[in-house]
Each structure stands twice: as structure tokens, then as C-alpha cells.
């Protein structure tokens, strides 16, 4: 029992000591404004976002710091989409409504919508924005600034993310808490390496040129988790990329409820860690990290398991202030990690509809990884 507790203590040190050690990377990163003659393209792929993009586009017209213009690629809506953003274009000329061509084969949607905006935009940046998401006043300016001062061409960030109902705070809490407890931030301002790419594809500004050379979207045509998979590309390429603290930059509340949130994981789970190899290792991290310690503590009291349970939930604290989440994330943090592993179990082992991806009702096959 003894070794046992002293291995999940070991697997929640571990995220325990890295979230210290990235926020204290992120928190000393300086915000810089923009200098020369910079023009940031806000780029929005829109499929059937008739709630979201009025929202959207009012909080995009309020950048400050750099001139911006506003390209919306309407794909394929049914709803009602293309004609909001008619009606903010007529009373600012910022806007663009773009209308997709036909989707190519070998593409899938966002990207395929992607691609076509980057085609289609003017800016030295193109700052790549889902329709759920808010920018904040100076989003990209401060985005920009930062390419520029570290000349990554690729800088991300989370922004704030939202969430209402017990299904959002059983998945999204998630997405920091691999962020911070399981990526070496340092390392990755560092290094080139691929393997410590990192982006959130909710919120990606790409220096054109940098874009241009890296073979952009066009690169990745296939793929459905371009936050990943740009990271990697900009990489292999090397070009050096960034991630900057998302939590007053922007706001997102991504899904509604378990269903949805639950459908949009596990669609990027087949480009994440829903692999044969992988998934085994992230169970291990997690399980053992972050769902063991409070499950087994009940039942085999012992000291080191109990250290355990106390430095995970303390990490989840840490993530959560920091990144301004919701606290009731908090408590429900081991049941939040364990739904987590089910969703890339469920997508590993082709569960239900989790063996296929998608993009707003449009479904694709999953490519067969080697």
C-alpha cells in the first residue's frame, strides 16, 4: 500500500510542480504593443452561427492599439448567419462576408474555411478566431506585439472559458490543466521541438509571412485540431512558437451542456491523445494523478495517498484562479479527469458516434493513424 501511495503522490507531484513553474513562466511574460506598420486580419469561420456572431463581431470591432479588418467565411449556413453579418457590415466597412467555395476533397471544414480567409485577408497578421469567441479590447494588439518581440510566428492563448451547466464543468476544466500541469513552458521557449507545440485553436495569431512559409492551412487540409497540428507544422518548419496567459484576452463558452461538450472532444481526440500509445501514458498520468488519490483514499488511508489527493486538488486550485475558471471546478475535479479519459477511451475504442469527426454537423472519416 505504501508504494502504491508514494507512486500517486510522484503522478500528482508532477502536474503539481509544472503548473508552479508555468504560471510563474506566463506571469513573466511582457506585454508589448505593436510597432510599425501592423494590420491584424480577424479571421472567423462561421457555419451556422446565427447566437454567436453578432456578439462575435461587436467584440472584434472594439480592438484597440492596432488597425484590424474582419473577414467572416460563411460556410454553408443554414441559419441566418450570412445575413447578421450583412447587417454589421452595412454600418462598418471593417467587416468582410466571405461565402466558402465548395468544400475540396481531402479537406474538412474548418480549415477548408480557414485557408480561404487567409486567402482572402490583407493584414501583417492573421489572428484566427472561433465564433464563440469574445476579444477583448486589446487582444490583438497585444497578440501582435508579442510575435513581434519574440519572433514566434505563431503566438495562442486560452482565453477565459466560460462555464454554466454541469456538463461544461465536467470537460472543459480540462484543457488548462493539460496546459499547465503537463507542458514545460520554459522547455518550449526554448526549443523548436514539434513535440512541444501547443496552441488553442479558440484563439491563433500567425505572422503572415511566417503562415505563407510554413504551408499554413493547406498543410494540415486533412486535420481537424489546428491548434495542435499548426503548432507541430510551425515547428518542423522551424518556427518558433508561443503561447501567451488567455484569461483577459478573450472569453469562450464553447459547449452548452454534456452532449455537446462531449461530441467536440472527442472530435479532437483523434488528433490528441486517443491513440494506442499515448492513451495508456495519460491514463497513468491522470488516473493516477488526479482520480486514484480521492477514490482510494476512503478505503486505504495512508499518508501518501492522502498527500496525493491534497496536491492535485491544489493544482486544480491553482489553474482555476489563475485562469479565472469557474471554482465550482474545484470539487469536481477527479470526476472532471476521469469523464475526460472517457471521452478519448470512448473515441480510442470507437464507441458510438466517437469514431467520427466534424465540424457543425458535417462529419468526416477518421484517418487510421500508423
Excluded at 503522490?9 to 508552479?20: G, H, K, Q, R
Excluded at 510563474?24 to 454567436?52: F, K, M
Excluded at 503561447?243 to 488528433?271: I, V
Aim: proline content about 7%; charged content about 15%.
Amino acid at each position: 500500500m505504501m508504494v502504491l501511495g508514494f507512486l500517486l503522490l510522484a503522478l500528482a507531484a508532477i502536474p503539481f510542480v509544472l503548473t508552479l513553474m508555468n504560471l510563474s513562466t506566463l506571469r513573466a511574460t511582457p506585454r508589448h504593443a505593436p510597432t510599425g506598420d501592423v494590420l491584424v486580419s480577424i479571421l472567423i469561420p462561421a457555419r451556422n452561427e446565427a447566437t454567436n456572431i453578432e456578439p462575435a463581431l461587436e467584440a472584434a470591432l472594439g480592438s484597440m492599439g492596432v488597425p484590424v479588418e474582419i473577414l467572416v467565411m460563411d460556410d454553408g449556413s443554414t441559419d441566418g448567419t450570412g445575413d447578421i453579418v450583412r447587417a454589421v457590415m452595412a454600418r462598418d466597412p471593417r467587416v468582410r462576408l466571405l461565402t466558402a467555395p465548395p468544400l475540396a476533397e481531402g479537406w474538412t471544414g474548418k480549415i477548408h474555411a480557414c485557408h480561404h480567409l487567409s486567402e482572402a485577408a490583407h493584414g501583417t497578421h492573421l489572428l484566427f478566431v472561433d465564433a464563440d469567441v469574445r476579444l477583448g479590447p486589446h487582444a490583438a494588439a497585444l497578440l501582435a506585439g508579442h510575435a513581434q518581440a519574440t519572433d514566434a510566428g505563431l503566438v495562442s492563448a486560452v482565453p477565459r472559458q466560460i462555464m454554466v451547466t454541469l456538463g461544461e464543468l465536467l470537460t472543459v476544466p480540462t484543457i488548462n490543466l493539460l496546459l499547465l500541469g503537463y507542458l514545460p513552458m520554459g522547455f518550449m521557449r526554448l526549443s523548436r521541438d514539434p513535440g512541444l507545440g501547443a496552441a488553442c485553436g479558440q484563439l491563433m495569431l500567425m505572422e503572415r509571412g511566417a503562415y505563407r512559409a510554413s504551408g499554413g492551412h493547406a498543410a494540415v487540409r486533412s486535420r481537424i485540431h489546428d491548434g495542435i497540428q499548426l503548432a507541430r507544422l510551425f515547428r518542423r518548419k522551424g518556427i518558433m512558437t508561443d503561447l501567451m496567459p488567455g484569461e483577459r484576452l478573450a472569453t469562450c463558452r464553447m459547449y452548452a451542456g454534456l452532449d455537446e461538450a462531449w461530441s467536440g472532444f472527442a472530435k479532437n481526440a483523434h488528433e490528441g491523445m486517443a491513440t494506442p500509445v499515448a492513451l495508456p501514458i495519460w491514463t497513468v498520468l491522470l488516473l493516477g494523478g488526479h482520480v486514484l488519490p480521492f477514490a482510494l483514499l476512503p478505503f486505504l488511508p495512508s499518508l501518501p495517498i492522502a498527500g496525493a489527493a491534497l496536491l492535485s486538488l491544489v493544482t486544480r486550485m491553482l489553474v482555476t484562479f489563475a485562469t479565472q475558471e469557474n471554482p465550482w471546478s474545484i470539487p469536481l475535479h477527479p470526476v472532471t479527469t476521469f469523464v475526460g479519459l472517457a471521452i478519448q477511451w470512448s473515441v480510442l475504442l470507437r464507441i458510438g458516434d466517437a469514431c467520427r469527426a466534424g465540424w457543425k454537423g458535417r462529419l468526416y472519416p477518421v484517418e487510421e493513424k500508423p
